[in-house]
Structures are given as C-alpha cells and as structure tokens.
C-alpha cells in the first residue's frame, strides 16, 4: 500500500466498530486511484418515522468521509423494503406500513441528510429501491431466495431470541436481508456501511453479490450511538434522541444534559476532532467536565445551524442555567384571566404533552409561575399577564391575557 492509502484507511477506521475486510478496503481504494474512478458507498435508509437523529448522522458522517476523498455516496431509500419491515432487534413482527406514509416519511430524508452529505451530482446518487424491487418476478425472487440457506438466516440473533422464546418469526422476514442484499447487486456497491445493529443484514450482501458474479462489497459497521438516557440506543420511539432539525437552544441543552462519562463517545462519534484532543478533553486532570461539554454543544450545534448560532445557544445556555435568568424567546400563549387548574395551565401553555405529564411534573416539583414553584396539580391558578411558565429545565412560556 501506498502512504496516500495507509491514511486513508487510519482516518476511515476512526470511530468503527468492524471493517469487513480492512485488507479488501485497502484493495478497492488502491484499485480506485489507479483506475481513476469512484468507489460507490451504499447506505440503506428505511423510512419508517420521519425525521432523523443524530444516531442516523454517526453512519451519514462516514459516508461523507468517503466523499471527501473523492468517492460517490449512494444513499438508497427502501420505499420497498419498508413495506417489509426490517426485523432487526424486534421481538415481535414490524407492523408494514402503507405506501402513503412511506412516502411521506420519505420526503424529509433526503434534506435532512443533506445537513451531513455532499449533495452535488458527482458526490451523491439517490435511489429508492422499489425501482427494482417492484419489477422482481417470482422466479426471480426464487433464484434471490436460493443465495442463501435456512440454516444461514436462523444464526441471525433476532430470529434466534424469537424462537427460544417461542414468539413467530414470518417467512417474508427472511426476505428483508435478500432484497437488502440485492439492492447491493443492483446499484454495484463496493462498499457498504451500517450501525453494527446492520452487520447480518450487510454481510448477506456481501453474499448475494457474489451469487451474481460481483466482487463483494466491503462492510463497514459503526457503533450505536447512546440516547440522553445513557443507557439505550438513541430513538424516538424512547424519547432519549438529539433531531437534527432541533432547535439550536434545545439541541444545545440536550447535550448538555448527557453524563459526562458519554462525552468520549460522542466526540468520537459526532465531531471530526483528533483522538488525540478528544483524550485530552475528556480528562477531567485536563479539562473540566463541563468546559468540554460546552465544546461538544457548540460543536454539534454549529453543523446543523452554523458557528454564529452556536455561539448564540451556549451563551442562552449560560444565562438561563448557570445565572439563572430567563431566555430572551420565550413563546407568548394567550390565555383567559379566568382560574384554571395547574395541571391543566401546563397543558394549555403546551409544555407538556398530557394532563398525566403535567400531574407528575407538579409532583415532582418541576414546575413553576414566576419562579414559585406549584405543587398541588389541582390548586387554582390565576393567569397573570407577563407571568412566566416553566417546566423542567428548558421549556419557558409567558402568559398575555386576553383582553
């Protein structure tokens, strides 16, 4: 290998989990300078909710690398593959969703993952995979099928969890990773990422490929990224995710609020500092927890809203937490001068979601007017004009009354 390649692949294996084969990547990257030509880097996103999060961007921020050194990402929607239903991690069958929410879901993801990806024509091919999927004959999906055996699909952890506790496992959930495979054959991939929560559904591909007499692709698997909870993967499903159409503040706020022993794995993850500096950062003998989190908001804040709002968020940040002071865009809610329940107060101000929230908010003494916090859930409030909502620790409203 050249030193040009060695490079390359230190500065692509920062922050994987596996490389499948790191000797094969260095193969296809030598292959590809010589040509000269393109490698094609697939990413497969089903859209089955629709926004994404920053546990999407820590794969959409390799495939980005691979573009800065000239290759071509092709991000694959799965409009088809969706109707399926990937199985991975579930313990029960994934509901099939209808074409209509497929394609809505399906409308948001190419902007949003443009916040991390190079979208000019020579950079990025955008698929949806019902191209081809959709004209697949019987026989076709026959000799898909006859790649790979029953033996094989069963050593897949989901399906053998599933089966030792006796739940179903369905026969078209064996087609999800062949036809995630065939997507592979049909846009000619030579490279493949995903989260390891991807690495059965990737290495079918590798198979499949050379069932068609293609070079197999190379699989490069990321780790998972921790949610807010520090506990489980991020998701929406378990409210513990950073949008990347969040608001700057709230974006801010929320990675302000993860533990610091998470601080390594995201930096590592989510930033494009050295592991040298990240090292440092995370020493608290070096630097204070608190400054590096500071540094890690700004940092991700500033890729999805730029350097100056950045800024602006850890300055709002300061103010309202570490002085105590109130946000200068407190949203106005118009109310009635009439007494009203607390509870249902919160709920009117929209900062929460249910009358249950707002009871246990309450209890929790997590709510307040005007800095006197409420503890009763039923006391009767009157509204005051200009009075200050709070819930937790950033969700602020303020009070007009109706004249």
């Known amino acids: ?55 999407h ?43 209509e929410q497929i ?27 019902g191209e081809w999927l959709a004209r697949l004959t019987l026989i076709e999906l026959i000799q898909l099928a006859a790649k790979k055996t029953v033996a094989q699909m069963l050593q897949r952890d989901t399906f053998k969890k599933r089966l030792q506790a006796d739940v179903d496992v369905y026969t078209h959930e064996f087609l999800y990773p062949l036809m995630q495979g065939y997507d592979s054959v049909m846009i000619e991939s030579d490279v493949e990422l995903g989260g390891t929560d991807q690495t059965f559904n990737n290495l079918v591909g590798r198979d499949i490929q050379k069932g068609y007499d293609q070079q197999p692709q190379v699989v490069i698997t990321m780790p998972i990224l921790v949610g807010l909870d520090g506990q489980e993967k991020m ?56 400054q590096a989190k500071v540094l890690l908001g700004k940092s991700i804040v500033a890729q999805f809203h730029g350097d100056n709002v950045a800024e602006s968020a850890a300055a709002e940040f300061d103010k309202v937490f570490a002085r105590g002071q109130l946000p200068d865009d407190i949203a106005e809610v118009e109310i009635a001068a009439q007494p009203i329940a607390a509870s249902k107060l919160l709920l009117h101000c929209k900062l929460v979601s249910t009358g249950g929230e707002a009871k246990r908010m309450i209890k929790q003494s997590a709510a307040s007017i005007d800095g006197e916090k409420l503890t009763d859930p039923n006391s009767e409030i009157t509204p005051k004009d200009g009075a ?10 303020k009070l007009k009354i109706l004249s």
């Open 388 to 397: 200050v909502v709070r819930v937790g620790k950033r969700k602020f409203a």
């Open 57 to 99: 961007t820590v794969v959409l921020r390799k495939m980005r690398q691979f573009q800065d050194l000239g290759h071509k990402a092709v991000l694959i929607i799965g409009d088809y593959t969706a109707r399926i239903g990937d199985p991975t991690g579930q313990n029960s069958t994934r509901p099939i969703l209808s074409a």
């Open 235 to 290: 998701s929406k499903s378990k409210g513990n995710y950073i949008g990347v159409t969040d608001e700057p503040n709230d974006m801010f706020g929320k990675v302000m609020s993860i533990s610091d022993d998470m601080m390594e794995n995201y930096f590592t993850l989510l930033t494009g500092l050295a592991t040298e500096e990240i090292a440092d950062l995370v020493n608290p003998d070096k630097t204070h927890p608190k």
């Open 1 to 55: 290998m050249t030193e040009t390649i060695i490079e390359q692949i230190q500065s692509l294996k920062r922050g994987t989990a596996e490389i499948f084969t790191e000797t094969e990547l260095a193969q296809k990257l030598a292959a590809a300078a010589k040509t000269p030509r393109q490698l094609r880097i697939k990413l497969g996103l089903d859209p089955t909710s629709p926004d994404i999060h920053l546990g």
């Open 103 to 129: 394609e809505q879901n399906a409308k948001t993801y190419f902007e949003q993952a443009g916040k991390i990806l190079d979208t000019s024509e020579e950079k990025l091919e955008t698929r949806y995979n």
